[in-house]
């Protein structure tokens, strides 16, 4: 009777062990996932503004990381894109912008210059931010339709505008014809618990002028 009681008592804390540790595996797993072994491009939508109706072909430089497009992206996409900014494509349907989504296998750390902003001061931070990098009020609207659900859920954020060169690397894009003016804005942002101090980044204003094409997206911070 005593070795039995002793038996169920080690199966007890053998079981009682193995939870233990399969509790603290699978945190690991959730923690490593939410902190983002993988980059991704969230939400790149493009929008496409000519002085006159024209035929534009735009190719991403890296398909293979495509994880989602709207419309279909099939080697390339290929519309008649309006005055008015309407595109459409070889199935006459129409559109309002060209949208994809990626991962990116590259690690993407904070740098030393960005901002720090406070969940109260969200919204107006982006207005001022984007009227900088050139988005006009409508893109603006979308952008923060958009990110302020998850910038919200924080209540401080590190957030910065990746330079053309740093967009580029992780997916370039080749526009024909070439716009007079292109337009790129990825804000890359990771939540904080607490306020820290980064040196301000520097924003250089944009003037829209002539055939103008315009990108704007976000991506996390690992």
């Known amino acids: 009777m005593n070795n039995n009681k002793k038996n169920n008592a080690t199966l007890n ?16 797993i959730y923690s490593w996932s939410d902190r ?18 024209i035929n534009v072909k ?3 430089s890296h ?23 309407t595109l459409i494509d070889k199935n006459n349907k129409k559109y309002y912008a060209l949208y994809w989504e990626s991962k990116n296998n590259k690690s993407n750390p904070m740098k030393e210059d960005g901002f720090v902003v406070q969940k109260e001061n969200i919204i107006d931070f ?9 988005l006009n009020y409508k893109e603006s609207n979308e952008f923060i339709m958009y990110w302020l659900p998850i910038l919200e859920k924080s209540e401080y954020n590190y957030i910065r505008f990746q330079t053309m060169e740093e967009i580029n ?19 890359e942002y990771k939540p904080l618990e607490q306020e820290i ?3 301000e980044q520097k924003l250089t204003p944009v003037e ?7 990108e704007w997206g976000g991506t996390n911070i690992n």
Not at 20 to 25: D, M, R, S
Not at 36 to 53: A, Q, R
Not at 169 to 187: F, G
């Open 63 to 85: 398909p293979e990381n495509l994880t989602t497009t709207y419309p279909k992206y099939e080697n390339e996409w290929n519309v008649i894109a309006r005055k008015d900014g």
């Open 208 to 214: 829209r002028q002539g055939y103008t094409v315009v």
């Open 36 to 53: 983002g072994c993988l980059i991704y491009e969230h939400k790149p939508i493009i929008y496409i503004y000519p002085k006159e109706d």
């Open 197 to 199: 101090k980064v040196k």
């Open 169 to 187: 690397e992780n997916m370039e894009l080749s526009i024909d014809p070439k716009p007079d003016t292109l337009i790129r804005v990825r804000m």
């Open 13 to 28: 804390v053998l079981l009682i062990i193995l939870n233990v540790v399969l509790f603290i595996f699978l945190l690991f």
């Open 126 to 134: 982006l207005e001022e931010k984007l009227e900088i990098l050139g």
């Open 58 to 60: 735009i190719k991403l």
